[in-house]
């Protein structure tokens, strides 16, 4: 079963969704699934070196505190997963187009899932700048890759466009919100839906199309 996965690396739920799928999926250990991640840009005019926190809270909320109050739901969805986000420890929002190409080049080598955990972790419990390349480098050599090639690929515009159009395309599709999870080519569950909404998918898809998506609203990073 073929499952594509639209998120974008700064987005908390995304995370969140992540554990709960995982969840689900230990419920089923003998479900053959070929997973791929695919990017989604939630700040698509975000500047190419990213922009500091605060500044960022305060064009979009206002301030830290309005962004506290936005916050509260997801740390307690988040603690309820085991996550324990570190948003205070963020200094700069970055521009996602790195990370997610080093999401598709570690596709190539059997390696997303452990890159998408590692950038996850990185951003969200160590306050890392995931549009840095000295980190993107790091992430990659952790999940197995090599660090020296990635750097010099990161270094060029390679995949770039191709990063950019295929966020572009999931929007064209009708992917408004993130994660969403496409069974099959067919059958979405948006949102970082509970269990079981995904055991739900795993089941129907056995016997006959999920029919319309289980919706749940997009986080805001």
């Known amino acids: 079963m073929q499952l594509d996965i639209v998120s974008d690396t700064i987005c908390p739920w995304c995370l969140i969704g992540k554990r709960r799928f995982e969840?689900?999926?230990?419920?089923?250990p003998d479900l053959d699934l070929t997973i791929t991640w695919h990017p989604f840009q939630l700040n698509p005019e975000m500047p190419a070196g990213g922009m500091d926190r605060r500044e960022y809270l305060?064009?979009?909320?206002?301030?830290p505190d309005g962004a506290e109050r936005i916050y509260e739901a997801v740390r307690a969805a988040g603690e309820a997963e085991g996550i324990s986000f570190a948003f205070e420890e963020i200094e700069r929002v970055p521009n996602?187009?790195?990370?997610?190409?080093l999401i598709h080049w570690a596709n190539r080598e059997g390696r997303q899932d452990a890159v998408v955990e590692d950038l996850f972790r990185r951003y969200f419990i160590d306050g890392e700048d995931i549009g840095d390349h000295a980190v993107?480098?790091?992430a990659a050599a952790e999940a197995g890759m090599d660090g020296e090639a990635i750097a010099a690929r990161l270094s060029t515009d390679e995949d770039v466009e191709r990063v950019r159009g295929a966020a572009n395309e999931a929007s064209r599709m009708g992917v408004s919100g993130v994660p969403c999870f496409?069974?099959?080519g067919r059958d979405a569950v948006s949102g970082a839906q509970d269990p079981a909404v995904f055991l739900q998918a795993f089941d129907s898809l056995g016997t006959v199309g999920m029919g319309a998506e289980a919706m749940a609203p997009a986080a805001t990073p």
């Open 23 to 28: 969840k689900a999926l230990r419920q089923r």
């Open 58 to 63: 305060d064009r979009k909320f206002g301030g």
């Open 96 to 101: 996602t187009v790195d990370s997610h190409r």
């Open 136 to 138: 993107l480098v790091g």
């Open 182 to 184: 496409i069974f099959e």
